[in-house]
């Protein structure tokens, strides 16, 4: 069964950094699916943040955290990041990675992701 473990969260004051991680077992990142992470903030709907090889086949990032976050792979260790920089308030979220074999637009989530989202990471930013 494909797993998917995301870690690297925590508190940070605002201006701070983080880089999450997410390590999967039974899945390994290649070009036949989108990699990406998405977050949900309290009372509010679960969205893309960042993805791979998504939507047009290229790199995208919600303009919310353009210019400040960065997402990579590592196939060799299958393992997933998400660099976050200057981070904000209105960041802190659960963070989650997931793989898309339809590589839907990073505005779309994924319908039928591979394997099933895992427990998230926590990230919060205070001011």
């Known amino acids: 069964e494909v797993q998917f473990v995301e870690s690297g969260g925590g508190l940070v004051q605002a201006g701070g950094s983080l880089r999450l991680s997410c390590a999967a077992s039974g899945f390994r990142f290649d070009d036949y699916y989108a990699i990406g992470w998405f977050r949900q903030a309290p009372g509010k709907q679960r969205e893309g943040v960042a993805c791979?090889?998504?939507?047009?086949?290229?790199?995208h990032y919600a303009d919310s955290v353009k210019g400040r976050f960065t997402i990579s792979a590592d196939n060799g260790e299958m393992k997933m990041y998400l660099q976050m920089n200057s981070l904000k308030p209105e960041d802190t979220a659960v963070y989650y990675c997931?793989?898309?074999?339809?590589?839907?637009?990073?505005?779309?989530?994924?319908?039928?992701?591979?394997?099933?989202w895992g427990q998230g990471t926590q990230v919060t930013v205070s001011s």
């Open positions: 997931a793989a898309d074999p339809f590589k839907s637009p990073l505005s779309i989530l994924p319908q039928s992701p591979v394997g099933s």
């Open positions: 791979i090889n998504c939507g047009d086949g290229g790199t």
